[in-house]
């Protein structure tokens, strides 16, 4: 894109020497804009910075003392865009990031910005690229992706001479290819040998008596970890796993990874699984500490996650309850006994009469039924946390009347 060697190309072959009109342009002391800093995101930085550029970033789930140990400067998106030159997508398709790039953030970019999409199609409102390049405001552009693939032959970017594609190539190489080849067949080789599942992305890498035994412990685990994801605000800093009691007695790394599972998977809204969880947390400096006790008070065993961000920290126990049951049975300072599954509301209120009633009412009025309902106390504060689980999602309409009632300090949607 930068030496237009594709357009270069094209002239040469058509018998023509167009050095003049195919001008290029120096990267060094170039602002590159980067939108997601995950692994794509930070190698794509550590390239830059070799070919002497500045480079900027924007994402919301990276801390500030990551972003400088990678090398990058931490921006919002609207400074980011002011400032780059070029511009580089890495973020994963989602609701947010869907058709990302449009008419009005094109309008914020630099005139003359190169754009480059390399992540998923669909980040990109193509059709706003198109008007972006015809008015010059986008002087060149590059998608590996699209969001239908493959894109018609009348796509109107494909009739852009400063419009470079590939077929949504991504990390496909010969050596890839043969690395993920030779990965398979050993797998396959130590389940049917020994009975051990490796690098599945639906479960963790145990054999298959130890998965049968931990079942239980690994879906409270991931369910604790989701919990999380709804309470947590700001980037994840650190998180403390403790074990106690019996279940202090296995092996923590496939219940840990189950729990990153669950926290990453809402919080990046991209796919992770019981491979890549770990590799997730590390790139986003997520320090992850754990420990173990035989003993565990009230419960044969407990196992407790403290997430901290620079916002604060929260804390959520589980147990299992017979053979298979996972509860929740704390929240911070609050202890309670729910079932963490389906549709719940955290709802933090002033302990006193009146207000659970009008909570009722409230949702009575949206048409929402209680299917389940816990209350802790903290006598100390004169506070309530309710956990309640209903028949079908809260709309926002319903939240935000559910947040004007008289004793209601805060709402936390968790879908599990």
């Known amino acids: 894109l930068t030496r237009r060697i594709p357009r270069g190309t094209a002239s040469m072959k058509a018998g023509k020497w167009e050095k003049k009109q195919l001008q290029g342009q120096e990267v060094a002391g170039k602002t590159l804009g980067i ?22 970033a924007f994402d919301p789930h990276i801390r500030p003392e990551m972003a400088e140990k990678i090398g990058v400067e931490l921006a919002d998106l609207d400074d980011v865009l002011a400032s ?47 008007q972006a390049m015809k008015s010059g405001k986008v002087a060149r552009a590059g998608l590996d992706v699209f969001e239908v693939e493959p894109p018609p032959k009348e796509h109107p970017l494909l009739s852009l001479e400063d419009f470079v594609c590939t077929p949504h190539l991504g990390a496909s190489t010969r050596e890839a290819q043969e690395n993920v080849a030779v990965a398979v067949a050993r797998q396959i080789a130590d389940y049917l040998l020994r009975g051990e599942v490796r690098n599945a992305v639906n479960v963790p890498s145990v054999s298959g008596k130890a998965l049968e035994k931990m079942g239980p412990i690994l879906q409270l685990s991931e369910k604790l970890g989701t919990f999380h994801a709804h309470l947590t605000e700001g980037p994840v800093e650190e998180i403390l796993i403790s074990y106690q009691g019996e279940v202090a007695d296995l092996d923590a790394t496939p219940v840990t990874v189950s729990m990153l599972k669950g926290l990453l998977t809402p919080i990046l809204k991209e796919d992770v699984n019981f491979v890549n969880a770990p590799v997730l947390a590390e790139e986003r400096g997520i320090k992850v500490t754990e420990s173990k006790s035989r003993t565990a008070e009230d419960f044969t065993s407990l196992l407790t996650v403290t997430i901290k961000t620079a916002k604060g920290q929260n804390t959520i126990s589980g147990t299992i309850f017979g053979k298979k049951e996972p509860r929740i049975v704390r929240i911070n300072n609050f202890r309670l006994e729910a079932v963490p599954e389906g549709h719940m ?51 926002d309409e319903a939240l935000e009347n559910l947040l004007k009632q008289d004793g209601v300090t805060a709402v936390k949607v968790v879908e599990l």
Do not use: W
């Open 345 to 395: 509301l955290l709802i933090l209120n002033e302990d006193r009469p009146g207000v659970i009633g009008r909570i009722g009412i409230s949702l009575g009025e949206a048409g929402i039924n209680i299917a389940r309902m816990q209350v802790g106390q903290d006598p100390e504060q004169a506070r309530n946390v309710i956990l309640l689980t209903t028949d079908e999602p809260i709309s």
């Open 84 to 130: 780059a030159d070029y511009i580089s997508v890495h973020t994963p398709l989602t609701k947010e990031t869907k058709g990302l790039l449009n008419a009005d953030l094109f309008n914020k970019m630099k005139d003359g910005v190169i754009v480059m999409n390399c992540a998923r199609g669909g980040i990109v409102n193509e059709d706003d690229l198109y």
């Open 35 to 56: 939108i997601g800093i995950g692994r794509i995101g930070s190698i794509v930085c550590e390239l830059a910075r070799g070919l002497k550029m500045r480079v900027m």
